[in-house]
């Protein structure tokens, strides 16, 4: 409808309902411990000035390392998409169609042996990104090591480690891999 001529209680803007599921999910991330949740892709149709949206499709991400709490998170997400839905008289289709569950690496205590003997600080964090760790952590022990980033910044073209820490993160791997291959030999002898 337009947006000039349509009184508020006669439409079903689809923006409105999006933009309260996106609010939403920022509380819903905040309300969990270590919590993500992130829309960064959206489109509306049909995208004009002076016509209320009739359709907004986007992306919902939703990260907890714990699979529990995870799950938990998505449920309040579907419960709020269908009190919208109900509330304002519109169509809310969630689809899941990609899930991956939070993976703990089991050689993190090898990595972290590897930097105190270096001498270096460390830190567990969780890593929220999806590498290519979480699929070999099934099949060989994972770990994963990170540098320091120039203000914190990673996964950006910003991103910046000195080369100083870059060779850090090198010998800690270096070492991680020499600690594991002893075990790993006497276990086979």
Same mark, same amino acid.
């Given at each position: ?39 960064? !892709? ?54 899941? !169609? ?92």
């Amino acid at each position: 409808s337009h947006s000039g001529t349509t009184p508020m209680h006669l439409r079903k803007d689809a923006m409105f309902a999006a933009s309260a599921i996106v609010t939403e999910m920022n509380a819903i991330a905040l309300r969990h411990e270590n919590g993500l949740g992130t829309v960064g !892709f959206m489109q509306v149709w049909p995208n004009s000035r002076n016509t209320i949206p009739g359709n907004v499709k986007f992306s919902a991400d939703l990260r907890n390392p714990r699979p529990d709490v995870l799950l938990k998170m998505h449920e309040e997400l579907t419960a709020f998409c269908e009190k919208i839905a109900k509330e304002h008289d519109l169509e809310v289709n969630l689809d899941p !169609f990609w899930y991956f569950a939070p993976v703990e690496f089991n050689a993190s205590d090898d990595v972290k042996a590897a930097t105190e003997k270096l001498g270096y600080s460390h830190m567990d964090i969780y890593a929220g990104a999806g590498h290519d760790a979480c699929y070999m952590a099934d099949l060989v022990p994972t770990g994963m090591i990170f540098t320091p980033c120039l203000k914190g910044i990673s996964h950006n073209e910003a991103e910046y480690s000195s080369p100083e820490e870059c060779a850090a993160g090198a010998n800690v791997l270096l070492h991680t891999m020499l600690e594991a291959s002893k075990r790993i030999a006497e276990q086979h002898k």
